[in-house]
């Protein structure tokens, strides 16, 4: 089993920024892929970043201003965010897979004001 614990939301104003960081434990993730999806009130989890052995991937609508990483010390992913949007705001969730699991955090709240 793995769990995954998220945190670092919060309320910013638009402009802002924020990071997202995401603890895993029960199973060391060594170059797992790590994912970050969000989902907006009224709509469908989306994918928003994930970084695996082969190099980091975005969302279009997010391309230069997240930028997402590991720290393997502390079996972890973060998810830093730049210039955020109202758009931006969701609930944001941490993935991984392992043993051809998904497993998921209960994600982290980003609310951006304008």
């Known amino acids: 089993q793995v769990q995954l614990v998220e945190s670092g939301g919060g309320l910013v104003q638009v402009g802002g920024s924020l990071k997202l960081s995401c603890a895993a434990s029960?199973?060391?993730?060594?170059?797992?892929?790590m994912c970050w999806f969000r989902q907006a009130p009224g709509k469908d989890r989306e994918f928003v970043a994930c970084?695996?052995?082969?190099?980091?991937y975005y969302r279009d609508s997010v391309k230069g201003r997240f930028t997402i990483s590991r720290d393997n010390v502390k079996n972890a992913v973060n998810l830093e965010m730049n210039n955020l949007k109202p758009e931006d705001t969701a609930t944001y969730y941490c993935?991984?897979?392992?043993?051809?699991?998904?497993?998921w955090g209960q994600g982290t709240q980003v609310t951006v004001s304008s």
């Open positions: 029960g199973r060391t993730l060594g170059t797992n892929a």
């Open positions: 993935n991984t897979k392992y043993n051809s699991v998904n497993f």
């Open positions: 970084i695996n052995s082969s190099g980091s």
